[in-house]
T-cell receptor
Framework: SQKIEQNSEALNIQEGKTATLTCNYT??????LQWYRQDPGRGPVFLLL?????KEKRKERLKVTFDTTLKQSLFHITASQPADSATYLC?????????????FGKGTKLSVKP | GAGVSQSPRYKVAKRGQDVALRCDPI?????LFWYQQALGQGPEFLTY????????KSGLPSDRFFAERPEGSVSTLKIQRTQQEDSAVYLC????????FGPGTRLLVL
């Protein structure tokens, strides 16, 4: 079955630096991969989706890459700000289940220090 | 417009009690999902509705868990005879791609 590993539970960086979060999966390569942000006491919020035929996707200060050979996605936040502090979740479709059935990683808690 | 709403936001139940958690999806969204999120973990899929049809309930952990969406809009997740291991945040999401999540219901079973 598919498993997702997000490289670290916590990542602490200084304001202004680039945060890089890693998502590795173990089995089949999905047609797409998603990144969500979750703040304490709230539900996940969708950030970006990248498809298997896309190498890179950008949205403002966010960049996602997808390497199906390495079975890995990298999520970058450039010029990070304290407001970027949150848990970031990687998710991909569970092909053993129904359409929309997502498998999530445990998340990486990012702390951006001023 | 209004997002996904869930109620109650917090629920404390005694072991053995039945609970009902409500989800109001974004108006017009056909797809609705329920997830369970334990502390420090990512959300885990429970069940999926397309309109009023429950197309996938493979993630429901036991037959104590039951979900319905009788008119294809509001959905209710019911847990019978709650156990301590049911303590978690229950998230509802609507839309297929991407999914829009509600704030969740935090359930604590004592």
């Amino acid at each position: 079955s598919q498993k997702i590993e997000q490289n670290s539970e916590a990542l602490n960086i200084q304001e202004g630096k680039t945060a890089t979060l890693t998502c590795n999966y173990t089995n089949y390569s999905p047609a797409y991969l998603q990144w969500y942000r979750q703040d304490p006491g709230r539900g996940p919020v969708f950030l970006l989706l990248i498809r298997e035929n896309e190498k890179e996707k950008r949205k403002e200060r966010l960049k996602v890459t997808f390497d199906t050979t390495l079975k890995q996605s990298l999520f970058h936040i450039t010029a990070s700000q304290p407001a970027d502090s949150a848990t970031y979740l990687c998710a991909l479709p569970n092909y053993g289940g129904s359409q929309g059935n997502l498998i999530f990683g445990k998340g990486t808690k990012l702390s951006v220090k001023p | 417009g209004a997002g996904v709403s869930q109620s109650p936001r917090y629920k404390v139940a005694k072991r053995g009690q039945d609970v009902a958690l409500r989800c109001d999806p974004i108006s017009g969204h056909v797809s609705l999902f329920w997830y369970q999120q334990a502390l420090g973990q990512g959300p885990e899929f429970l069940t999926y509705f397309q309109n009023e049809a429950q197309l996938d309930k493979s993630g429901l952990p036991s037959d104590r868990f039951f979900a319905e969406r009788p008119e294809g809009s509001v959905s209710t997740l019911k847990i019978q005879r709650t156990q301590q291991e049911d303590s978690a945040v229950y998230l509802c999401a609507s839309s297929l791609l991407p999914q829009y999540f509600g704030p969740g219901t935090r359930l604590l079973v004592l």
